[in-house]
């Protein structure tokens, strides 16, 4: 027997009957989410150019993608991440198009994430991507809608909010290598404190890294903004804290209380991130299921230089969520099986397609015997056998 004949590639699985149809109602309230705002959906391939992820702030290295080449021996990667596909569409087919480009999408993502960790290495993401559109009023709209794709299927969320500039220019202020840099972002992001001190310990000791040691733990609700501005002394940094004071307070009249939060240790290891930077977690999933932001600079390197925002929905999260849920939907059980006696396969088969389409959940039976059938219906508790013939 060959050795991988019987299981499934790492990080990915087989999904049955629940999960499939858990997982299409999940899609279909983001998608109603989506449209309702006025959002189209797009697709893109599965397979691109490696040149597409290998920007300077594309964020992804080589060694987490799965790769490939195409019979010209150019290399190729299975898509890591779909908003830079789709940016790449905005600056080429949809370049004429008037703006702002409200886009959305429904596919996988892959992933080579190390082996042991117990990550998948396809998820299934939906989510939107605003393209043409700055300023507060289209940072509301992506916060608002990622805000209603989780209200639509769940009741227990956070969002965490925060803003790249904040980091970023308290980093630039240290004059550190992009390696040092990079290790600072690591830790914060992991709010492994003491790696972070580790590394802060070695520099020149002033407010900035003071700033910035205290920034994973800078953590709640409009207090924590108060506090940063009387940390930091950049005026970029300063002009990123008051307005995301002002989106703060904006979004509290949603009265969604303490569900949405301020973070300043969101530091994304997507580099492409330009102003806000969000995520959202859901109780029972230890990851983000949910992450974006601004990306106002990507949209340069396709030569089509405007303001974009926009997130991803990791679906498969929540529907393990959902399935955990007792009232989650289960495979339907057939109340008609429709057996046919020699000769009047056809019949049966008509007659099945009569009852569907008087909407009835019928089947018809693939057994040779109606006894085989009346075996087949107990077991699976299937409430009526229609014989046809009789």
């Given at each position: 027997?060959?050795?991988?004949?019987?299981?499934?590639?790492?990080?990915?699985?087989?999904?049955?009957?629940?999960?499939?149809?858990?997982?299409?109602?999940?899609?279909?309230?983001?998608?109603?989410?989506?449209?309702?705002?006025?959002?189209?959906?797009?697709?893109?391939?599965?397979?691109?150019?490696?040149?597409?992820?290998?920007?300077?702030?594309?964020?992804?290295?080589?060694?987490?993608?799965?790769?490939?080449?195409?019979?010209?021996?150019?290399?190729?990667?299975?898509?890591?991440?779909?908003?830079?596909?789709?940016?790449?569409?905005?600056?080429?087919?949809?370049?004429?198009?008037?703006?702002?480009?409200?886009?959305?999408?429904?596919?996988?993502?892959?992933?080579?994430?190390?082996?042991?960790?117990?990550?998948?290495?396809?998820?299934?993401?939906?989510?939107?991507?605003?393209?043409?559109?700055?300023?507060?009023?289209?940072?509301?709209?992506?916060?608002?809608?990622?805000?209603?794709?989780?209200?639509?299927?769940?009741?227990?969320?956070?969002?965490?909010?925060?803003?790249?500039?904040?980091?970023?220019?308290?980093?630039?202020?240290?004059?550190?290598?992009?390696?040092?840099?990079?290790?600072?972002?690591?830790?914060?992001?992991?709010?492994?404190?003491?790696?972070?001190?580790?590394?802060?310990?070695?520099?020149?000791?002033?407010?900035?890294?003071?700033?910035?040691?205290?920034?994973?733990?800078?953590?709640?609700?409009?207090?924590?903004?108060?506090?940063?501005?009387?940390?930091?002394?950049?005026?970029?940094?300063?002009?990123?804290?008051?307005?995301?004071?002002?989106?703060?307070?904006?979004?509290?009249?949603?009265?969604?209380?303490?569900?949405?939060?301020?973070?300043?240790?969101?530091?994304?290891?997507?580099?492409?991130?330009?102003?806000?930077?969000?995520?959202?977690?859901?109780?029972?999933?230890?990851?983000?299921?949910?992450?974006?932001?601004?990306?106002?600079?990507?949209?340069?390197?396709?030569?089509?230089?405007t303001g974009a925002a926009g997130f991803a929905v990791n679906v498969d999260d929540l529907v393990e969520i959902k399935l955990k849920d007792s009232n989650?939907?289960?495979?339907?059980?057939?109340?008609?099986?429709?057996?046919?006696?020699?000769?009047?396969?056809?019949?049966?088969?008509?007659?099945?397609?009569?009852?569907?389409?008087?909407?009835?959940?019928?089947?018809?039976?693939?057994?040779?015997?109606?006894?085989?059938?009346?075996?087949?219906?107990?077991?699976?508790?299937?409430?009526?056998?229609?014989?046809?013939?009789?």
């Open positions: 027997m060959r050795k991988n004949l019987m299981i499934t590639p790492e990080g990915t699985k087989d999904y049955l009957f629940e999960e499939c149809i858990t997982s299409c109602d999940v899609q279909e309230k983001i998608k109603n989410c989506f449209v309702n705002r006025g959002y189209s959906k797009v697709d893109t391939p599965c397979i691109e150019f490696y040149d597409l992820f290998s920007l300077e702030d594309s964020g992804y290295p080589q060694e987490a993608m799965f790769k490939t080449t195409d019979n010209k021996g150019r290399l190729m990667v299975m898509r890591p991440d779909s908003t830079l596909p789709i940016a790449r569409m905005a600056a080429t087919r949809l370049k004429n198009y008037d703006l702002p480009l409200r886009l959305y999408y429904g596919q996988s993502v892959y992933r080579n994430n190390p082996t042991l960790r117990g990550r998948s290495n396809e998820i299934m993401q939906m989510g939107v991507e605003l393209i043409g559109a700055t300023g507060k009023r289209a940072d509301l709209e992506i916060l608002t809608t990622a805000i209603d794709c989780l209200s639509a299927n769940v009741d227990d969320f956070r969002i965490e909010i925060g803003h790249a500039d904040v980091f970023n220019a308290l980093v630039k202020r240290l004059n550190v290598t992009a390696e040092t840099a990079e290790a600072i972002r690591v830790s914060i992001e992991s709010k492994n404190y003491s790696a972070l001190n580790t590394i802060l310990d070695k520099l020149p000791q002033s407010s900035d890294v003071e700033a910035i040691r205290k920034l994973p733990r800078l953590f709640g609700g409009v207090e924590v903004i108060d506090e940063a501005l009387n940390l930091c002394n950049d005026e970029k940094a300063v002009k990123a804290l008051n307005y995301l004071k002002e989106l703060f307070e904006d979004l509290s009249k949603l009265n969604l209380g303490d569900k949405i939060i301020i973070d300043l240790g969101i530091v994304q290891q997507t580099n492409y991130y330009s102003g806000i930077v969000f995520t959202a977690f859901v109780n029972g999933i230890g990851d983000e299921v949910i992450s974006g932001g601004r990306y106002d600079k990507l949209m340069e390197n396709f030569d089509f230089p989650k939907d289960e495979a339907p059980i057939p109340e008609i099986l429709v057996c046919a006696k020699d000769g009047f396969e056809i019949t049966a088969i008509e007659k099945t397609k009569e009852l569907v389409n008087q909407g009835k959940n019928a089947v018809f039976s693939v057994f040779e015997t109606i006894e085989e059938a009346k075996q087949y219906a107990d077991k699976t508790r299937v409430k009526e056998l229609l014989v046809v013939g009789e």
